[in-house]
């Protein structure tokens, strides 16, 4: 293995190097320098130091992106601990089912989450931390409490006059393969995979958008985070990455409508956009066709002398759509459009679309947008192999599959799972089925697994929704299938039982309708099925009465 550095003394350094530079902001909201960040984490060191926090021990962290949930993160790593980021969008339960699972000993939450969760659901956690001001929402041992409560009087009685620069030192000992974090891929007991993210890998994704973007990003310079930071895509390249590099990251800290993101990225310029599909598809549906889809200007473009130049202009009515000052923007975590794709290569727009895996932390497969090919989603990333296994490789389709240092240690508390998806070479099996041509482009035909992607990229579990769904009235069995980015329930009813109760098919559709909202009661909402569709004759089943999903796709 090559040497790599303590990703620990990165954070130092570059809190160091940019001590006077703005560093996170909630847009509309305040603003943190580096050496602002600097006194915060060590304020949260006091606490976890006072109350028995020791290195290796688990702090959760469950809210909507923000500077105080960044802090808490940066200060979890920093001080030897262990994070474990939750995605604000799970429900009660699923925070319940993570936080116990993962035998958390602190909880930080935002607004929105401190409202749903019941801590009494969460019987080992020893406090409740709220986000933005570190207060306590609940202490269950005296010694949190005391350290709380006299935090201002510990800070002062550690640096009676000012905190510098040359006080700010982190937990830098640490191996590289030493356990960073724990990303969850789903909330729901049966269901869970907590992913263990060593040091290594967040190390190597950084070093890999440094090795590919080094040269375009530099300290001062702006970016948004729009992606929920509890995700590795978001965490990984709209934070971590431009953290270590001394950027000014801003915060979408409310609901990224569409609205608030064209309002912020024509106020803020960002140096690159990371994105999901959804947001690039709806900028460029919104705020560009409506303009270039008129007669005059599809008959411009079908004229060979001016086309050019009027494809020109379009390009750069989108790139002020994206704040106008952007190297590139980089697409990843579910398929592009097609049709929105065709154009921006059309009008050579700067994108390109990556590949990656919660499991790799998550990169996979990248290219700069000036060598990318469209329909693809890159080459092996920097420190990433990744092969087909497939007898023609090319011509057809295979697991993808992947190594190096960005892979994971495995599933927390799940040795079974681990030992199926990593083999004793050390491939990462991703479970998707693609091609890769001869220069090493990368191109995914489907997934061999059953996950679903959500419109912000988020890993969507059938079979849970499915569970839920299956214990309500007259349903017998169901399959949730995604078409045009919308969930729909296929549902195969008890008609025996409406034979029975002598119900009309109008009866079968009420009972179902009030099926779908309570189903969508249950779930978050990036999980909501759109509607459910009445099946008249059961699903085909393998021998082993499994539904064969793969005819319902």
């Not at 599933?411 to 998806?421: C, F, G, L, V």
């Not at 109760?501 to 079968?508: C, E, L, T, V, Y």
């Not at 309708?513 to 999980?527: F, H, R, T, V």
Request: with cysteine; proline share 5%.
């Amino acid at each position: 293995m090559e040497k790599i550095p303590s990703f620990n003394s990165l954070i130092q350094k570059s809190i160091i190097d940019n001590w006077d530079r703005d560093a996170l902001t909630d847009f509309k909201g305040q603003t943190l320098q580096y050496h602002d960040v600097a006194r915060k984490i060590e304020k949260i060191h006091i606490l976890f130091e006072n109350s028995g926090i020791r290195r290796g021990d688990k702090i959760a962290l469950c809210g909507r992106n923000s500077s105080q949930w960044a802090v808490a993160f940066l200060a979890t790593l920093t001080y030897g601990a262990i994070a474990v980021p939750i995605l604000h969008e799970f429900n009660a339960e699923q925070i319940h089912n993570i936080v116990n699972h993962s035998e958390a000993r602190l909880l930080f939450v935002g607004d929105h989450v401190a409202t749903i969760i019941d801590p009494m659901q969460m019987p080992h956690l020893e406090g409740i931390i709220n986000n933005p001001d570190y207060s306590l929402m609940i202490s269950r041992t005296d010694k949190l409490t005391y350290a709380r409560e006299h935090l201002n009087e510990l800070y002062g009685k550690k640096f009676p006059k000012y905190f510098r620069k040359e006080h700010v030192h982190y937990y830098t000992e640490g191996d590289p393969n030493e356990l960073a974090l724990i990303n969850y891929t789903s909330g729901t007991t049966g269901f869970s995979k907590g992913v263990m993210i060593p040091y290594r890998a967040l190390w190597s994704n950084a070093d890999f958008a440094d090795h590919v973007l080094g040269n375009v990003i530099k300290s001062g310079d702006k970016v948004i985070s729009m992606l929920p930071m509890a995700h590795m895509y978001g965490m990984a390249f709209e934070f971590i990455y431009e953290f270590l590099k001394g950027c000014h990251v801003y915060y979408l800290s409310r609901v990224p409508s569409p609205a608030i993101i064209a309002q912020a990225l024509a106020e803020i310029k960002p140096v690159i956009v990371i994105a999901v599909p959804l947001i690039i598809e709806k900028i460029i549906r919104k705020k560009v066709f409506p303009k270039i889809q008129n007669n005059r200007m599809r008959l411009l473009l079908q004229m060979p002398v001016i086309s050019k130049k009027v494809r020109e202009m379009i390009c750069q009515e989108v790139l002020k759509a994206f704040g106008g000052q952007m190297y590139e923007v980089i697409i990843g975590g579910a398929a592009l459009n097609q049709e929105v794709e065709q154009f921006l290569k059309r009008i050579d727009f700067p994108y390109t679309v990556g590949y990656g895996a919660t499991e790799c932390a998550p990169i996979i497969g990248y290219e700069d947008w000036h060598y990318f090919a469209p329909g693809s989603c890159g080459k092996a990333a920097y420190h990433m192999e990744v092969k087909i296994d497939s007898p023609d490789p090319a011509n057809i389709p295979g697991e993808i599959l992947t190594r190096g240092l960005n892979v994971m240690l495995g599933y927390y508390k799940n040795p079974e799972a681990t030992a199926e998806t990593i083999d004793r070479d050390g491939w990462y099996h991703t479970g998707d089925l693609g091609t890769m041509d001869y220069a090493g482009n990368i191109f995914i035909n489907g997934r061999s697994k059953n996950m679903l992607l959500g419109p912000n990229g988020q890993n969507i579990y059938p079979e849970e929704i499915e569970d839920k769904l299956n214990s309500m009235t007259m349903v017998v069995e169901s399959l949730v299938v995604q078409r045009d980015n919308k969930l729909v329930a296929l549902v195969y009813p008890d008609y025996d039982e409406a034979k029975n109760m002598k119900f009309s098919a109008d009866d079968i559709r009420n009972i179902m309708d009030q099926n779908l909202n309570g189903l969508n009661d249950m779930i978050p909402a990036y999980e909501k099925v759109a509607e459910i569709e009445i099946r008249e004759e059961e699903f085909e089943k393998t021998p082993k009465r499994s539904i064969k999903r793969y005819l319902y796709k």
